[in-house]
T-cell receptor
Framework: DAKTTQPPSMDCAEGRAANLPCNHSTISGNEYVYWYRQIHSQGPQYIIHGLKNNETNEMASLIITEDRKSSTLILPHATLRDTAVYYCIVRPRGGTGFQKLVFGTGTRLLVSP | NAGVTQTPKFRVLKTGQSMTLLCAQDMNHEYMYWYRQDPGMGLRLIHYSVGEGTTAKGEVPDGYNVSRLKKQNFLLGLESAAPSQTSVYFC???????????FGPGTRLTVL
């Protein structure tokens, strides 16, 4: 079962920032927050991940609250090509046992002109 | 680097036919995975491999077999296709089990 809760859909105007929230209130101290996205008919694409500090890369920024119970993925200047389903996933940072990647239903982001 | 590639991209089978989907990665990853995705649902893990010569069952393994004879390749087989196996199949790989998984473009399979 997915350990995260996301809104089913969001809209964003092209050129504006898209802020996608995720609730993971049961996250444990050794679990990362990962974000993937899936553009229509394509394979899931890794975006970013973090443990407790905010992270930024060329695609997005990840803001994790101090209590780690929620996070926000920020696409600073959304383009039409950012229209996709965005998945927030929590998974362990280490260990030797297999831990599957659980994709929930995600947030469908629609970027409009 | 091509990353993760999958062949074929599309396939139509009749019930009872067999086929093999090929996944290849050039990132020297130890771990490889096969998922299926059905409309309105998230990805479900079929089988995975933790290294050359090893495979293990995921959430929905029935009706599928896999092999990992070479580190870079992971094959998914359907011995007797059924309409319930109509789906989009994604392969993924990662260096370690807890590392980022990189996905292929998918194979769209229709079983009539």
């Amino acid at each position: 079962d997915a350990k995260t809760t996301q809104p089913p859909s969001m809209d964003c105007a092209e050129g504006r920032a898209a802020n996608l929230p995720c609730n993971h209130s049961t996250i444990s101290g050794n679990e990362y927050v990962y974000w993937y996205r899936q553009i229509h008919s394509q394979g899931p694409q890794y975006i970013i991940h973090g443990l407790k500090n905010n992270e930024t890369n060329e695609m997005a920024s990840l803001i994790i609250t101090e209590d780690r119970k929620s996070s926000t993925l920020i696409l600073p200047h959304a383009t039409l090509r950012d229209t996709a389903v965005y998945y927030c996933i929590v998974r362990p940072r280490g260990g030797t046992g297999f831990q599957k990647l659980v994709f929930g239903t995600g947030t469908r982001l629609l970027v409009s002109p | 680097n091509a990353g993760v590639t999958q062949t074929p991209k599309f396939r139509v089978l009749k019930t009872g036919q067999s086929m093999t989907l090929l996944c290849a990665q050039d990132m020297n990853h130890e771990y490889m995975y096969w998922y299926r995705q059905d409309p309105g649902m998230g990805l479900r893990l079929i089988h995975y491999s933790v290294g050359e010569g090893t495979t293990a069952k995921g959430e929905v393994p029935d009706g599928y077999n896999v092999s990992r004879l070479k580190k870079q390749n992971f094959l998914l087989g359907l011995e007797s296709a059924a309409p319930s196996q109509t789906s989009v199949y994604f392969c993924a790989s990662s260096y370690k089990v807890t590392d980022t998984q990189y996905f292929g473009p998918g194979t769209r399979l229709t079983v009539l």
